[in-house]
């Protein structure tokens, strides 16, 4: 079962461009985090927000997640090169077991100088 | 310190086969996590271990087994290997099982089944 649905899949734009990424379920989840995966390498988290409507900022990316905490978006802001890679977001359910993360299915994005 | 290690970095099986695939980690982390990565699935979890001592089921378990050897390493056994599990295998580690950790990930393992 797919719980997060990524759009859009693919994303290639020109260097400056700016670009919002979506990240949406009908599940609801303590945390959304959000990482990036460069090619041959495991992701990396960039952030964790968990407050509904939260919004946090790093550099040139905005990362907000819904009120409801069922869906999250990532907006950059004049891309360069360097943010080419696959960003995935993650759902945090806790159970009482430990915490269960839900990966969405990504979105390839490609800066083209 | 060097986070997350997976060995073996690349694998080539035939149907039927079994393997090991070994995940240590060096922050004293008690949380421990397998996924398989396919294209157009994100990653999704196959097993994870709270802590020492324990071992959970997640999305797709069917076919593998886990071992949490000691607080260190959490390893990942294929017993009959099956074309559909050629994926990229990845192991993450979280400090506590609870609240909104940050997960580390190792470099992972490309497994092709023949």
């Known amino acids: 079962t797919q719980l997060l649905e990524q759009s859009p899949q693919f994303l290639s734009i020109q260097e400056g461009e700016n670009l919002t990424v979506y990240c949406n379920s009908s599940?609801?989840?303590?945390?959304l985090q959000w990482y990036r995966q460069e090619p041959g390498e495991g992701p990396v988290l960039l952030v964790t927000v968990v407050t509904g409507g939260e919004v946090k900022k790093l550099k040139r990316l905005t990362f907000q997640f819904g009120d409801a905490r069922k869906d999250s978006s990532l907006h950059i802001t004049a891309a360069q090169p360097g943010d080419t890679g696959l960003y995935l977001c993650a759902g945090g359910v806790l159970t009482n077991t430990g915490n269960q993360f839900y990966f969405g299915t990504g979105t390839s994005l490609t800066v083209i100088p | 310190n060097a986070g997350v290690t997976q060995t073996p970095k690349f694998q080539v099986l035939k149907t039927g086969q079994s393997m090991t695939l070994q995940c240590a980690q060096d922050m004293n982390h008690n949380s421990m996590y397998w996924y398989r990565q396919d294209p157009g699935m994100g990653l999704r979890l196959i097993y994870y271990?709270?802590?020492?001592?324990?071992?959970d089921k997640g999305e797709v378990p069917n076919g593998y087994n886990v071992s949490r050897l000691n607080k260190r390493e959490f390893s990942l056994r294929l017993e009959s290997a099956a074309p559909s599990q050629t994926s990229v295998y990845f192991c993450?580690?979280?400090?506590?099982?609870?609240?909104?950790?940050?997960?580390?990930f190792g470099p992972g393992t490309r497994l092709l089944v023949l």
């Open positions: 993450a580690s979280t400090r506590l099982a609870g609240g909104p950790q940050t997960q580390y």
């Open positions: 271990s709270a802590s020492e001592g324990t071992t």
């Open positions: 599940s609801v989840f303590s945390s």
